[in-house]
Nanobody, 127 residues
Framework: QVQLVESGGGSVQAGGSLTLSCEVSRHPNRYYWMGWFRQGPGTEREAVVGFYTGTGVTLYSDSVKGRFTASHDSRKSMLYLQMNSLKPEDTGRYYC????????????????????WGQGTQVTVSS
């Protein structure tokens, strides 16, 4: 069973920065799609970034482009999310997810396509 553990959430003021980390273990594949997703109060879970560990292909949602950066450490099986210029609308619970099967273009930012999820870490941005 794939396991994912997130860390690094917290509370910051608008304009601040946070870095989230996700440790992956027991994934059966060497290369796979991972993603960061978030869910705010009363909202559906939405994609933040999709990342392919094989080639480093990274897909960002329009709402975070230019502000967030995903990176991966294959040795440590860690996926990171550097979040800069945070806005109150970035507030939410951030989840790390991993897919086992290959994902087509339309599924790489689709939460429903990811089979394994961490428990999430809370990010709160105050104005």
């Amino acid at each position: 069973q794939v396991q994912l553990v997130e860390s690094g959430g917290g509370s910051v003021q608008a304009g601040g920065s946070l870095t989230l980390s996700c440790e992956v273990s027991r994934h059966p594949n060497r290369y796979y799609w991972m993603g960061w997703f978030r869910q705010g109060p009363g909202t559906e879970r939405e994609a933040v970034v999709g990342f392919y560990t094989g080639t480093g292909v990274t897909l960002y949602s329009d709402s975070v482009k230019g502000r967030f950066t995903a990176s991966h450490d294959s040795r440590k099986s860690m996926l990171y999310l550097q979040m800069n210029s945070l806005k109150p609308e970035d507030t939410g619970r951030y989840y790390c997810a991993a897919a086992v099967r290959g994902l087509g273009t339309k599924d790489r930012l689709n939460p429903a396509a990811y089979e394994h999820w961490g428990q999430g870490t809370q990010v709160t941005v105050s104005s």
